[in-house]
């Protein structure tokens, strides 16, 4: 009655649940001089009350602070667009927010105005404590192209510099967490695995935006590349 796949669909493993989620996983994964945290647009225009609010959003501030208490090496990140920034649907008269429109570069979803240069808005949750943290990249600020990803813009090649500073660092492994699962995160995570680093992403330290499928379709993408799935139950305190 009970046999092997029965026991383990019931537990949520293997197949019959998509990636392994591994919050029962045996040995913690303890974070070394070589991983590196890489927090995600925790800025107070994705949370609630911000002109581009994250679902719960919020939630994830106290998950970042804990599992960031294990990290040596944490690298910030903040969306920081010019006005007038081309992802938004207000730069593209009868436009409006979540339609897309083709660009030189691909699609683009469009967004609501948001994470502009030296705004309250673009500031960094103030309820974030990562003191150690070490460098802060901003990505999106040339004003022709969206950048989701801290390593690559949005037209596949002009950098960031994380990579290179990564590199610089000996870091082999990232651990990413933050905001938007399905776009900065999910684009950062691909782009971590296109640079060789071994990527996790930290699924209870995110939350999504979801338009479109596109929080099902960054999963699969995620598990296509090669990211490893975790929860931060998953590390070691
Ligand atoms: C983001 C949409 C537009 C994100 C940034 O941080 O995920 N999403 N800009
Ligand atoms: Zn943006």
Known sequence: M???????????????????????????IRPDEASALLVIDVQNCFLPGGSLAVKDGDQVVPVINKIARSFANVVLTQDWHTQAHVSFASSHPGKKPFETIDLPYGKQVLWPDHCVQGSEGAALSKDLSIPQAELIIRKGFHKDVDSYSAFTEADGKTTTGLAAYLKARQVKRVFVAGLATDFCVAWTALDARKADFETYVVEDACRGIDTQGSLAKAWTDMAKAGVKRIQSSDLAA
């Open 2 to 28: 009970w046999d092997r796949r029965r026991i383990l669909a019931g537990l949520g493993v293997g197949a019959a649940s998509g990636v392994s989620r591994r919050a029962w996983a045996a040995t913690p």
